[in-house]
């Protein structure tokens, strides 16, 4: 299998919580030493890509703008076309909002503001009954257009799990009986800006990822294999009773790296007698 553009998860995939999952690190390097790029795709709304560049350096991994493409970007694109000069209450992290505003966007977290025409729901781990309030006396009471950055329920953490803005979503749902428009994954958005600017066909491309409904659904639509982990969300059961099958399946990484980019075999040593010889050259 050739492959040079791997568009890989993060959380649970890479990481879990704060640090690199055990042989991440040395697939990274294995991706780079062999001539093949690597851009993250994630649902994270946590961080903006500044923030993540400093989060991979912590960790020993060097990166820059082109290693990442956000649900974060992915929104503030399709908010941008859409809502220009528009106000926009978002129940998000001070970060996200900030990286909202500094692309231009009038994002509000005041809900008394006459002028929002639409809500924006993140993952917040911030959030408080307040802004749950918020987002409910908008939905219930004005004709706001509703969108959400991801439909992920959980996100890994380094014990265990947390909501993540899908569940944030179910539970304003159950409240308002309105369910956002999602921008993340699984839509194929990310894939084709990262196929875009690496001047890459489908067929060059791997998906990786620990979600069976986002990371394996989105390399789907968008026509990419796909590699699925079992680090994270997904487990060989969910494999067993979805319809979203991923081309590959792997334990971690490591096994992927195992098998996808193996090292190359070391040059067997020639004694000074037998250079030239056939078994050699």
Same mark, same amino acid.
């Given at each position: 299998m050739k492959k040079r553009l791997f568009?890989?998860?993060?959380?649970?995939?890479?990481?879990?919580?704060?640090?690199?999952?055990?042989? /991440?690190?040395a697939f990274l390097q294995a991706i780079r030493r062999q001539g093949g790029r690597f851009v993250f795709?994630?649902?994270?709304?946590?961080?903006?890509? /500044?923030?993540?560049?400093?989060?991979?350096?912590?960790?020993?991994?060097?990166?820059?703008?082109?290693?990442?493409?956000?649900? +974060?970007?992915?929104?503030?694109?399709?908010?941008?076309?859409?809502y220009a000069g528009q106000h926009i209450y978002a129940l998000a992290t001070d970060s996200f909002v900030k990286?909202?505003?500094?692309?231009?966007?009038?994002v509000t977290t005041n809900a008394r503001d006459p002028a929002i025409t639409c809500v924006l729901a993140s993952y917040d781990n911030a959030l408080t009954y307040e802004k749950i309030k918020d987002v409910c006396l908008l939905l219930t009471t004005r004709?706001?257009?509703?969108?959400?950055?991801?439909?992920?329920?959980?996100?890994?953490?380094?014990?265990?799990?947390?909501? $993540?803005?899908?569940?944030?979503?179910?539970?304003?749902?159950?409240?308002?009986?309105?369910r956002p428009q999602f921008l993340g994954k699984p839509e194929p958005a990310m894939v084709h800006y990262a196929l875009q600017a690496a001047h890459c066909t489908p067929g060059e491309a791997l998906v990786v990822g620990d979600r069976l409904y986002t990371d394996i659904?989105? +390399?789907?639509?968008?026509?990419? $294999?796909? /590699?699925?982990?079992?680090?994270?969300?997904?487990?060989l059961a969910d494999v067993a009773a979805s319809t979203e099958?991923?081309?590959?399946?792997?334990?971690?990484?490591?096994?992927?790296?195992?098998?996808?980019?193996?090292?190359?075999a070391p040059a067997r040593p020639c004694s000074a007698t037998a250079v030239g010889h056939a078994a050699c050259l």
């Open positions: 568009l890989l998860d993060i959380d649970g995939t890479i990481c879990r919580g704060d640090a690199l999952i055990p042989g /991440a690190g795709i994630t649902n994270n709304t946590t961080r903006s890509t /500044a923030d993540y560049i400093r989060f991979f350096r912590t960790l020993g991994v060097d990166t820059d703008e082109t290693n990442y493409l956000t649900a +974060g970007q992915a929104t503030i694109r399709h908010l941008q076309e859409h990286e909202c505003r500094r692309h231009g966007l009038s004709a706001v257009d509703y969108i959400a950055t991801n439909p992920d329920l959980v996100c890994p953490v380094d014990f265990g799990y947390l909501p $993540d803005c899908g569940a944030i979503c179910n539970m304003i749902e159950t409240a308002t009986h309105r659904a989105c +390399g789907l639509r968008a026509g990419v $294999d796909t /590699a699925l982990v079992l680090t994270g969300e997904a487990t099958k991923p081309t590959y399946i792997y334990p971690s990484v490591t096994e992927l790296r195992q098998d996808l980019l193996p090292e190359p």
